[in-house]
């Protein structure tokens, strides 16, 4: 899930100097309208150490009205609070109607840190987890906005932040080193965490923290965008989505980024090819062993699912057959996920993906998925906002359901540059034997590109877990990109069949 | 939770016959109405073996019009089954839009099946439970009715109704012996499965099946209602709650019960009393060792909490200073709840117990409590319907988490006859120096007292958990009711002490 903060988004002194002023009125005034709407903010700060989560609450000390402001630090415990149940502590902090409260630290970190040092099991964990969420739930149902940011570090910036420190003789948390240890366990268990608690009505805003002017300035941005939307729906409202699903919205008038906002779409290297040679090699050896592997799985009696998905002409069709033909066609079948008949409209939209889940032992390969909830029917209209926002947990229980099964799932999106998909679009124009592939629709997709990729960078954002990773597929070399969908296929299943 | 489902409620040959026919002319009508605004509808059919969910069903399938209606019945498994996640039956078989569909045993049977013979831990169980929640949310989000129905049966009900099967040679159930001798254990696991699962958008309904054709009428009843709220709701809708209550609804415009509504009060025995003398001896008895308990509790640091709720000149005034001389003063506090102070009002309605959570060791007692958002709040509509239908499960996990804390929890409820509360209302306007005490808030209170017995009941059905159990007192002997009071304490804390 963290991989959309890890893209290096950074803002210049001059952007930040210019967008800051206008920012901070616009925030003045969204929290004069919440005290006068009596709506209780409550803002969740959590993250990584050394991601400067103290510096972003003074920030906002700076930005906010501080008579309408109180903060509350969760880091030690008092006696009065051992003394009674866990979330005494928090129940008797909440900001009253119409007050912003700054939780730093939250309900989230001693779950966290338990079991990250094996304090607490999977199950318990979980069950803190699930308490957690009914709190926000009841807190949402009673009228609340609340706001959850998570600052993300990737392991080398924390370390290098940590060393700074030190070598400026800066003071810092006393367990910071010890919590720096175990990076890796943290990322796990925090993403569990988010996963757990990423609700329609109370989501997670992942917010990238290695450049301090860009993080301050993502804060103010969800910040405000979050309270706009909670005054628009007025009255002690219950249901739907409040919160904005990225760090980075688009649209805001005030503050707006003046570059458009990068993606983790940006970060996939497009330049990567493979001589035909190479091509060749490795796609014989690949499929020799994806062959073998599926009749292995078959054996274990492990189900497979891939989903494809990507852009118009980026190659799906003609990865899924080298897929294809490497597996017995007994194994395997594909699904090919067109507008929905009548009888599908009829039920849930997961209803029809629930119908084709493949018996133990065989592969299904979807040609695109339950992730055109997200995608198309986001961009094209077609889901509700607080439909297609609650989708992410749903996606993500479902998938997680799938896991538990034993399903090895794979996701790909398949990448390629506008300038490629129009080479491509252009190609099939000019050739008879590939108009049909080519449809208006395509065109206005095109012409949609902005908002697609927005909506790729959430998705990725909130759906791509431990358990059901996504890859981003470099597609604007075909050979390169069915090179790269086959090897994911030998690594996932090799390692699920512990070869 | 089942004691409001012990109460014996009958319906004669004659009052079925007489209200039958109007309840399926307007659930035909209803039917009709939910195919044309193409709402999907699940009726979930569970329960206690021996209750008669197959006559329900086939009740049903005589009362709806069949061409909208499809069963389907959940209690062996097929291979096909077996090789796919545990929801994907589930899922395949939910009714599409317009449509009822009657699942017979459903998704609740095999999670509580697998914890009653230990198969799986109070983890896992959880874990289903919660996955259970959310699939249902997932549905009504969607725009889907939920009608839950759990029929109860008494453990020497069930004894007789499956002796009487064998005399009469009827086929059953081949697991119907082993699930019976386990009744004690499944009655434990059932009420964790509903009081996790009882939420406002999806709540529990427990029928009291004793009696064929009460049973049959509730069914009606509650399903016709649920579709009728349903419908008034309209469009897609997401939150607030939808089905009634209880099983035995008033004020449905046919159909209706021709007696008003029985409830767990009217299965107090308010006729028991005790003499001067064994008041005495017993008031002292049960003083004595309150007291030293009190003490060991506190080097235990063991809290507790007591709750008092009861009709106006209940006497709870009077248990509580009998409780209150007993204990140490430095060991508890009395905190009397009157109308929420400003800065109350600006938080959750939760807040303001959170807030006197007491420290480990000591005593609390609440004169009126939490318990006032579904009593008073309900009955004068200072609380929203939605509002007070979800307080059900808040309170529920507001309590899990102080017992989880260790907390002794008792509820008192103090009931008294109307004619004996008149008689202590003219004894105070009679007594100058009780007339403070009466206000004409207690004559308004006493015109309702229907409405707050319906309140009464829904609260103790929903409410009264293993954890933390209703005592209803018998009041109308003050003697009485101190002594049940006092001793309820004793053995409440010689448990939790292990002496």
Known sequence: ??????????????????????????????????????????????????????EVVNRLHEWLDPRGLRTHAFWDHTDEEAMRPRHWRFWTRLPPRGMVGIMFGSWYTQPIIDRVFERATEAEYERELRRIEEFERLLTDDGALIVKLWFHLSKQEQKKRLQRDVEQGRMAHPLLKKFAKKYDRFVVHCERALRMTDTGHCPWTVVEAGNRRHRDLSVGRTLLQAMRERLERGAPASVSATAPASDSQPGLDTGEETSPRLTVLDRVELGQTLTVEEYEARQQSAQDRLGNLAWAARK?????????????????????????????????????????????RAHHYLWRFWRHVPRAGYMTIYDRSWYGRVLVERVEGFARTDEWRRAYQEINDFEEQLGE?????????????????????????????????????????????????????????????????WTLVAGDDKRFARVQVLETFVARLSEALGE
């Open 405 to 469: 099964h034993g399903v090895v799932l794979m996701k790909f999106w398949l990448h390629v540059s506008p300038q490629e998909q129009l080479r491509r679009f252009e190609e099939r124009a000019a050739d008879p034997r590939k108009q049909h592939k080519l449809t208006p629709e395509d065109w206005r997709n095109r012409d949609k590109r902005r908002a697609y990729e927005e909506a790729v960078d959430d998705m990725v954002a909130r759906t791509s877990t431990a358990l059901a990773p």
């Open 300 to 344: 274990r009696g492990i189900n497979t699912v891939a989903v494809f998905e990507g852009w118009d002409a980026a190659g799906k069709g003609g990865a899924i057959r080298r897929v294809a033909r490497a597996i017995d066609a007994r194994l395997f079948q594909t699904i090919s996920i067109a507008a929905p008949t009548d009888e599908e």
């Open 1 to 54: 899930m963290f991989e959309a903060a890890q893209l290096g988004r950074k803002a210049s002194k001059e952007e930040f100097e210019a967008q800051a002023p206008a920012l901070q009125t616009a925030l003045l005034q969204a929290q004069q309208a919440i005290r006068a709407a009596e709506i209780p903010v409550i803002v969740v700060v959590a993250g990584v150490e050394g991601s400067g989560k103290g």
